[in-house]
């Protein structure tokens, strides 16, 4: 018989199965060799994490240690301020307090001062008057000596009628016009004091024609005046007011100031006025000489 040959017919191919296996094996051994380098990996992650955060931790510590210090320090530091400052509170009120005195003290003082300044002055006053009046008084004793020296005189046949320069005689006294720069009352007594006389007291009608004919026109001051008591005018050479030639209406102390005496150069007659008003004449007198 002839042998047939079966076109169309292969053996099968083995399966390659032997292979697939190697390959899941390797693939498996790979994964796990993968997987214990990422464990690997992971652990020493882990290690290293672990190791940051205990330094992290010690750092945290120290830091935390240091800001308490700090903190304690500080309130330390803040508790012995607030003591220094009660401290010092206390010292400016016990500052105050002791200023408060010292004002008290300082107004005490003022006023002390104040007391001792007006008696002091008001000594001085007192002592200026007592001076005043013991001068005016000393002058009209001496005034009182002269007169009495002078009758005596007359009665052993002196004349008794000399006169200084630029003085004018008229019944045993001179008298002087004055007539330079205008002056206050007080400064025409003053001017008369140098020429050793006084300002002029009147005493007679016929003094005061003698006066009318030579004293100034624009108005002179005489002697008379009220400054001590109101209403009551006396002479500086304390004789009494025995004489007056008073304008009609006058004296009325227009102004509640009118204290001095002028001789009015129209009319001859009196007017009060101001103390402190210059005018341009002024009278003086003085016993005449033997």
Same mark, same amino acid.
């Given at each position: ?13 083995? *399966? ?7 390959? +899941? ?17 992971? +652990? $020493? ?9 205990? %330094? ?27 003591? %220094?400052?009660? !401290? ?6 016990? +500052? ?6 010292? %004002?008290? %003290? ?8 104040? #007391? ?30 002269? !007169? ?23 019944? !045993?006294?001179?008298?002087?016009? #004055? &007539? ?8 025409? *007594? ?27 026109? *624009?108005?002179?001051? +005489? ?39 002028? $001789? ?21 007198? &003085?016993?005449?000489?033997?």
């Amino acid at each position: 018989m002839e042998e047939r040959s079966y076109v169309g017919f292969e053996k099968p191919p083995r *399966k390659p199965c032997c292979r697939q296996g190697t390959r +899941i094996i390797l693939l498996g051994m790979a994964t796990v060799s993968m997987g214990a380098v990422l464990l690997t990996l992971l +652990i $020493l992650w882990h290690w290293d994490m672990e190791k940051n955060l205990k %330094q992290l931790e010690g750092f945290a510590r120290q830091n935390v240690s240091r800001v308490s210090k700090d903190l304690e320090r500080h309130k330390s530091d803040q508790m012995a301020q607030k003591s %220094q400052a009660a !401290k010092m509170l206390e010292s400016i009120e016990h +500052i105050r307090a002791e200023q408060k005195s010292m %004002q008290s %003290q300082e107004g005490e003082l003022s006023q002390n001062l104040d #007391g001792l300044g007006a008696d002091l002055d008001n000594l001085k006053a007192t002592s200026l008057n007592e001076k005043r009046e013991a001068s005016e008084s000393l002058w009209r004793l001496q005034e009182e000596v002269a !007169k009495l020296w002078m009758e005596l005189k007359i009665a052993n046949g002196s004349a008794c009628n000399i006169c200084p320069e630029q003085w004018i005689h008229f019944q !045993k006294k001179c008298y002087h016009f #004055g &007539r330079s720069r205008p002056k206050k009352w007080i400064q025409a *007594k003053h001017a008369c004091s140098d020429l050793q006389g006084q300002l002029v007291s009147i005493h007679s009608s016929e003094e005061q024609d003698f006066l009318s004919r030579h004293a100034s026109e *624009k108005g002179s001051w +005489i002697g008379l005046q009220d400054l001590d008591r109101e209403g009551e005018f006396v002479w500086p050479d304390g004789s009494p007011v025995d004489y007056s030639n008073w304008r009609p209406g006058e004296p009325n102390d227009q102004g509640l100031g009118e204290n001095c005496v002028m $001789l009015l150069g129209t009319s001859g007659q009196w007017n009060d006025a101001s103390c402190r008003h210059p005018l341009d004449g002024w009278v003086c007198e &003085r016993l005449a000489t033997c």
